[in-house]
């Protein structure tokens, strides 16, 4: 079955740098979660969508933005990176069914330096 | 907005029976429970999730309290692979926020 698709899986940027990480999710799921998750540290929150529009905002900074496509997709913006970027980033996909559950990419791995 | 509590680690032997707490004593009554697990450096993996009965299916069994606020996520027999941080989540429609879960560590 398919899964969802994260690209890139490692990305290494210089501080104050750019960077854009895509989702691709699970065909017919129409919400798009985004997580951050430090070294040691549980997964955090970021933002949701729900077709194309912004349903949830977590602790998302203010330097990063995210759109949902028109094709579902989901593409997560970071700009003027710093040090504490460095994480793993995860983004979800699932039904709007209040109780279908979440299925997670393999994560894309952010080191900035 | 997490709303649950683990207890930060439990350890179990291998091919017995884990049974894995969580309490959720402010659950509203469209909450969903879900369980996670997460193994290093990999996306977190849905392994079951009820409303009010109890759930069973290939990975594992999920106990409901009578009053939702309190469920147990049973391992029947656990194995090495099962080692990992087990996550219960409250989902209602598209809230789902991580609290503390549970390392689970077993022994052979």
């Known amino acids: 079955a398919a899964g969802v698709i994260q690209s890139p899986r490692h990305l290494i940027k210089e501080k104050r740098e750019t960077a854009t990480l895509k989702c691709y999710p699970i065909?017919?799921?129409?919400?798009v979660y985004w997580y951050q998750q430090g070294p040691g540290q549980d997964p955090q929150f970021l933002i949701s969508f729900y077709e194309k529009m912004q349903s949830d905002k977590g602790s998302i900074p203010d330097r990063f933005s995210a759109q949902q496509f028109s094709d579902y997709h989901s593409e997560l913006n970071m700009s003027s990176l710093e040090l504490g970027d460095s994480a793993l980033y995860f983004c979800?996909?699932?039904?709007?069914?209040?109780?279908?559950?979440?299925?997670f990419g393999n994560g894309t791995r952010l080191t900035v330096t | 907005d997490a709303k649950t509590t683990q207890p930060n680690s439990m350890e179990s032997n291998e091919e017995e029976p884990v049974h894995l707490p969580c309490n959720h004593s402010?659950?509203?009554?469209?909450?969903?429970i879900h369980w996670y697990r997460q193994l290093p450096s990999q996306g977190p993996e849905y392994v079951i999730h009820g409303l009010t009965s109890n759930v069973n299916n290939r990975m594992a069994s999920l106990a409901i309290a009578e009053d939702r606020k309190s469920s147990t996520l049973i391992l029947h027999r656990a194995t090495l692979r099962d080692a990992a941080v087990y996550y219960c989540i409250l989902k209602n429609f598209n809230k789902f926020y991580f609290g503390s879960g549970t390392k689970l560590n077993v022994k052979p």
């Open positions: 402010t659950i509203s009554g469209t909450d969903y």
């Open positions: 979800a996909s699932s039904a709007r069914d209040r109780d279908s559950p979440l299925h």
């Open positions: 065909p017919r799921h129409d919400t």
